[in-house]
């Protein structure tokens, strides 16, 4: 079974928040990260929150990361039809190797 | 400043045949990753080079799989003979340094199709 876990869709109207969820297994991870990836493109890093920290706001991104239940969440606010991805999830270890979770698909809808 | 480039962007082979992808970092990256998405399915981390040398190729699904990085420049991962069950994208991603988030700069990856 998969190691970071993540729902695989959400739909969501355009103006409104997102918030899109991560469970990950490895207590060790010094960074979780949060990829996007548009159509036809390769991920694009949108914020990383180092383990030790419990919230990263970066414009319209929040990241809130729970240690004891080893959960992540991604939210962004007044979601854009330009937000339309797949969002990743990943964890990763001391030499930089990425586990990633299947991905969310966001579409914003009008 | 040029980003992470992959070629070739799409690849359909037969099954026996060999395919070889090929990936150029960022000018100055030592670390160079290789990555894989198969079906939809979480993207799984096949290798690691620093510089020339494989830090870890934990992640390489068998020896049908070989990668290089001659000069410690740009990369190969040549599949031979490719299976069915090699389809996917194939990603390469290359970082400076390890410390302070270790961000990991993507290609738009190689999509593998074998028939």
């Known amino acids: 079974g998969e190691d970071v876990e993540q729902s695989l869709f959400l739909s969501v109207r355009e103006g409104d928040s997102s918030v899109i969820n991560c469970t990950y297994t490895?207590?060790?991870?010094?960074?979780l990260y949060w990829y996007k990836q548009e159509p036809g493109a390769g991920l694009q890093l949108l914020t990383y929150?180092?383990?030790?920290?419990d919230m990263k706001q970066d414009q319209r991104l929040t990241v809130l990361l729970n240690k004891k239940d080893k959960h992540l969440s991604l939210r962004i606010a007044d979601t854009q039809t330009g937000d339309s991805a797949i969002y990743f999830c990943?964890?990763?270890?001391?030499?930089?190797?990425?586990?990633f979770g299947a991905g969310t698909q966001v579409v914003v809808t009008p | 400043e040029a980003g992470v480039t992959q070629f070739p962007s799409h690849s359909v082979i037969e099954k026996g045949q060999t395919v070889t992808l090929r990936c150029d970092p960022i000018?100055?990256?030592?670390?160079l990753y290789w990555y894989r998405r198969v079906m939809g399915k979480e993207i799984k981390f096949l290798l690691h080079?620093?510089?020339?040398?494989?830090?870890?190729e934990s992640g390489m699904p068998n020896n049908r799989f070989l990668a290089e990085r001659t000069g410690g420049t740009y990369s190969t991962l040549k599949v031979q003979p490719a299976e069915l069950e090699d389809s996917g994208v194939y990603f390469c991603?290359?970082?400076?340094?390890?410390?302070?988030?270790?961000?990991?700069?993507f290609g738009p990856g190689t999509r593998l199709t074998v028939l």
């Open positions: 080079f620093v510089k020339e040398s494989k830090q870890d």
């Open positions: 929150i180092f383990s030790n920290m």
């Open positions: 000018s100055g990256h030592d670390n």
């Open positions: 991603a290359s970082s400076q340094e390890l410390a302070g988030g270790n961000e990991q700069f």
């Open positions: 490895d207590s060790s991870s010094t960074y």
């Open positions: 990943a964890e990763s270890d001391s030499w930089g190797k990425l586990q």
